[in-house]
């Protein structure tokens, strides 16, 4: 057998000189974090030092040169996620992963991102294209550097292709797909309930929440009482039926910001507090970085967190100005009724029928033959995909289409010296709207909306389809400096926003309805912040960290005191569950039961009240989540009223339907959780940060993905955590006291499994402890020379 013997032993070698090649490749493609490297387009040596997390520190002599060195840093540790960016947002993805990623490609060639990226390269100044062609330079440096492709690649069988201009320009239309992602449909929906019910019953549905007001202004909006009127019978039949009955308390993703001005900061000091809401993924979407270079004014030294694919610093502090985003949730888009001829090749504007645009788009794909797809345009905007059943095209008028809806003037905050500088940058610069919160080293603050604001006139039903045909323009270019939103120096001292809305009056009406937060975690915010005299960065760091459930409070006690009665209690078994929701539903604890019995229960009911309402969307080819609808301020006034008229046709009765939300709720419970002693709120809300390819290559995933566990918070209080959504960063900070500042990030710097640095600050993050905003001792120091 001495031959077996010999294969055997062969094939034992072979499979561990393959084992050591693949460690050697994967070793090969880690970021060079020590010793020297040449970068020829620099002009000066820089240096990038990364602290025992990996926190970096570039130093350079200018700020071109810091571009580059960033730029050499961010592909070296997360070029993978840089790719997906710019070919999710481009629609290029099924050139890397095959055709499975077609339909997502198509959809996305509607916007034709890269051609309006290339348009807003054409018009970018000279000194902002300066700074991007600094940093691609420097990303294709350090994608050259590595010694070998990066592990993603290796499982995909695929090289990377270089960075160019266009694909940071990407980057950021790929955060307008994340931050405005409606994209029109919620406008159809609004159009099509408001046609098919009363209008006094449209305006009770469709109003905004007068229980949670929170506006910085002080404004209120009066609540809409339910009609006296009968409920329409599509809100009530029973002959149609939901498939997916799912409605959604906001339109987009969210994120938290606030501030006190130096009256109510330890010290006398304006301090910023941060935490954008996003998909949780690995790696994080943030990169940490302190940015040192020299110019005409001097020194500069800021530090924040950067977003891998561009070359500025997102949010943060320069020093003297700190600041921090919170999506605006405002109508940023308009949907226009299209009347096309009957070959659907022209449309009426102006009184004229004019041509729709054909572009041809080709799609390249792994593995097969390219194929192009046709997008058609109008004067207003692409055509969109999505018709009515009767045939009607739109088209979708968008901030995102427009040159002004992207550029570089972000990098203003970078260098801005007080609070007035940073305000008057906010106006034009081209990122999806952000509520901007900035506080300086004098003790100021200030709230205004960063981004372009649309300017519309004659267009009164902005979140309904419009009939643009007459030609006057319902846009008349963007709003001017001087006339955006705003309030600086406010009286009370102290400033907050989580999405919902900002303010009242004619600024409302300019800013527009896109799908507010509810408000219920903006008012705990804000009663946080009035709950003391004076603040530090801790104590903000715990409004942050703030999951008591106050807004479930009043359907907790709804459960006790009129559904949970004795003998409902005693016929079904629901003494344990009565007893949980009596005991642990005051916070979004992982461990408490409660919080998830009484969470379910709210959604299982409303689901049931607008289960209609949901059929009638399905029937008209959309969905209930299209709509701006909040269904807690609707939902809670027809339980409490509980008319006959007003019962879903499929309910006995108003007591009837919320028994059936209990016991409903309570078997998905056990289904999902093998048992109701199993369903704790941690159990049902995991981190569950997951790498793009772990789903693909499940063998890999313990490897790929971050560690998970049950997570407090949830959607309405301020610490945001609902099934792989929540806090993607989380920072305190005190313009020119950044050493006492807070900053931590999900996951870690690199993008790189097998980095240190892949999971540095995961655990810091997990359990809620603050991590320093500046970097610590220097533990690596590479040198890039020219």
Request: aromatic share 6%; with cysteine.
């Amino acid at each position: 057998m001495t031959w077996l013997k010999r294969i055997v032993a062969g094939l034992l070698l072979l499979v561990g000189l393959l084992a050591l090649a693949l460690w050697l490749a994967l070793r090969g493609s880690l970021a060079q974090l020590d010793g020297e490297r040449s970068v020829a387009s620099l002009s000066a040596p820089a240096e990038a030092q990364r602290d025992a997390r990996g926190y970096v520190t570039i130093t350079a002599e200018n700020r071109l040169d810091v571009a580059r060195a960033l730029g050499f840093v961010h592909a070296q540790e997360r070029f993978f996620q840089m790719d997906l960016m710019r070919r999710n947002a481009a629609g290029e993805l099924s050139a890397l992963v095959g055709a499975m990623a077609l339909p997502l490609d198509k959809a996305r060639r509607l916007h034709r991102f890269r051609h309006r990226a290339g348009a807003a390269l054409a018009a970018m100044p000279a000194a902002d294209r300066a700074l991007l062609d600094a940093y691609v330079d420097g990303v294709n440096a350090g994608l050259s550097a590595l010694g070998s492709r990066p592990p993603e690649y290796l499982l995909l069988r695929q090289s990377p292709t270089p960075w160019v201009a266009a694909d940071t320009l990407l980057v950021g239309y790929g955060l307008y797909l994340d931050l405005q992602g409606a994209q029109g449909r919620d406008d159809i929906a609004m159009g099509r309930l408001h046609d098919a019910i009363p209008a006094d019953w449209y305006a009770f549905l469709m109003q905004h929440s007068a229980d949670w007001q929170a506006a910085l202004d002080d404004s209120r909006v009066v609540a809409v009482p339910l009609p006296a009127t009968p409920m329409p019978e599509a809100l009530r039949a029973a002959k149609l039926a939901c498939s997916d009955c799912r409605l959604r308390d906001s339109r987009d993703l969210g994120s938290n910001n606030f501030a006190v001005a130096a009256a109510h900061g330890a010290e006398g000091r304006a301090i910023v507090a941060d935490d954008m809401h996003l998909g949780l993924r690995s790696p994080g979407t943030w990169f940490k970085a302190r940015l040192r270079w020299k110019d005409a004014a001097g020194n500069r030294d800021i530090a924040g967190v950067t977003l891998a694919g561009t070359p500025l610093l997102i949010v943060g502090s320069n020093g003297r100005v700190a600041w921090g985003f919170t999506n605006t949730t405002s109508d940023w888009a308009d949907v226009v009724t299209l009347k096309l001829n009957a070959a659907g090749t022209h449309y009426l504007a102006g009184g004229v029928e004019k041509p729709l645009a054909r572009r041809v788009e080709r799609i390249e794909i792994a593995g097969e033959a390219a194929v192009d797809h046709e997008v058609l345009e109008s004067e207003w905007g692409p055509v969109m995909a999505q018709q009515a059943p009767d045939g009607q095209a739109y088209a979708l008028r968008w901030v995102a289409h427009d040159a002004e809806g992207m550029n570089l003037r972000l990098a203003q905050l970078e260098t801005a010296a007080n609070v007035d500088e940073a305000v008057r940058s906010a106006a034009g610069t081209g990122v999806p709207a952000q509520n901007l919160l900035v506080a300086d080293a004098t003790g100021r603050i200030a709230w205004t909306v960063l981004g372009a604001v649309p300017k519309r006139v004659g267009a009164d039903d902005i979140d309904r389809p419009q009939d643009w045909s007459d030609g006057r323009p319902r846009w008349q270019g963007y709003l001017a400096p001087a006339e955006q939103p705003r309030i600086v120096d406010p009286a009370d001292g102290r400033l907050w926003t989580a999405n919902s809305r900002m303010v009242g009056g004619a600024a409302m009406q300019t800013l527009g309805n896109g799908g507010w937060d509810l408000g219920a975690r903006a008012t705990q915010i804000r009663d946080g912040l009035r709950a003391q005299a004076a603040f530090d960065e801790a104590g903000l760091h715990a409004i942050q960290l703030d999951h008591r459930a106050l807004f479930l409070q009043r359907w907790r006690q709804l459960l006790l005191d009129r559904v949970l009665t004795p003998d409902f209690v005693a016929a079904h078994g629901l003494a344990d569950y009565r007893a949980e929701v009596d005991q642990s539903a005051d916070a979004a604890r992982p461990e408490a039961k409660g919080y998830l019995l009484v969470r379910a229960f709210r959604e299982r009911a409303l689901q049931q009240v607008f289960a209609p309402l949901a059929a009638l969307m399905e029937a008209n080819g959309l969905k209930a989540s299209d709509l701006q609808l909040v269904p807690e301020t609707p939902g809670w006034a027809l339980i409490h009223a509980a008319r006959p008229d007003t019962l879903p046709a499929a309910h006995k009765s108003w007591p009837e339907l919320l028994q059936r939300a209990v016991l409903d709720s309570r078997a998905a419970l056990v289904a999902r959780h093998g048992s109701l002693a199993a369903a704790t709120w941690g159990a049902d809300n995991t981190t569950a940060m997951r790498h793009p390819l772990s789903a693909a290559v499940p063998a890999l995933s313990g490897w790929l993905d971050q560690a998970s566990q049950g997570m407090a918070g949830d959607a309405h209080m301020p610490r945001v955590h609902n099934h792989g959504h929540g806090q993607s960063q989380r920072m305190v900070v005190s313009p020119g006291h950044e050493e006492r500042g807070i900053l931590v990030i999900p996951g870690g710097q690199s993008g790189h499994p097998m980095s240190p640095f892949y999971r540095s600050d995961h655990a810091a993050w997990l359990a809620g402890e603050p991590l320093a905003f500046l970097p610590g001792e220097t533990q690596h120091r590479l040198v890039l020379r020219p």
